[in-house]
């Protein structure tokens, strides 16, 4: 319930991303392959983002880690490291994240997308075997799977995270103002 000692339930925020992502999902049949991979990254980006705010203590120093490019988590390698860091995701999720973004910046950084090279070969086959896909599978086919998989396993870590928000602790050598 929420308003309980517990904490607040997930099912706003849940909510509201479930309603986002049914936004995505109609976006991306009128994309690209290259924009249904930027979209689905950044959609996981966002989400990524989300979940650190949502678990750090509130107020200037999570905003300061959170705002712009340059900023510790500015960035979507970033927001993956600091999330498995902090435990808000675990190690498979990390790899397949991070073998996501790799795909991803094949189509973000280059004008002609090529899946030749010897890192997003082994990222695409990373993804290809976690979610049991043939190995000869079109790249796009791939990168496009994984990404729908992967949301679906963290639509809700935002949510779950401000469960656990992090709070100031007043340590032994503290003295209160």
């Known amino acids: 319930m929420i ?19 049914l936004d995505l999902l ?5 994309e690209t392959e290259r924009g249904r991979a930027l979209m689905q990254a950044h959609f996981l980006d966002d ?5 650190l ?12 880690l959170m705002a712009g490019f340059n ?5 979507f390698s970033a927001k993956i490291a600091g999330a498995a860091s902090l435990g808000l995701i675990v190690e498979r999720e990390f790899k397949l994240l991070d073998a996501l973004r790799e795909c991803r910046n094949v189509y973000a950084h ?20 976690t979610f049991n896909l043939e190995p000869r599978s079109a790249p796009d086919f791939v990168i496009e799977y994984a990404g729908r998989m992967l949301v679906t396993e963290l639509i809700n870590r935002p949510a779950w995270a401000e469960q656990k928000r992090l709070r100031v602790e007043l340590w032994p050598q503290h003295r209160p103002d």
């Open 3 to 21: 308003g309980d000692d517990d904490g607040p339930e997930p099912w706003p925020d849940s909510f509201t991303a479930g309603v986002e992502w």
């Open 47 to 51: 989400f990524l983002g989300r979940a």
């Open 26 to 30: 109609t976006a991306l049949e009128k």
């Open 110 to 129: 280059s004008i002609a997308a090529d899946f030749t090279g010897k890192k997003v070969k082994k990222a695409l086959a990373t993804l290809a075997r």
């Open 71 to 75: 900023a510790p988590f500015g960035t």
């Open 53 to 64: 705010r949502n678990y750090m203590v509130e107020g200037e120093g999570a905003r300061k």
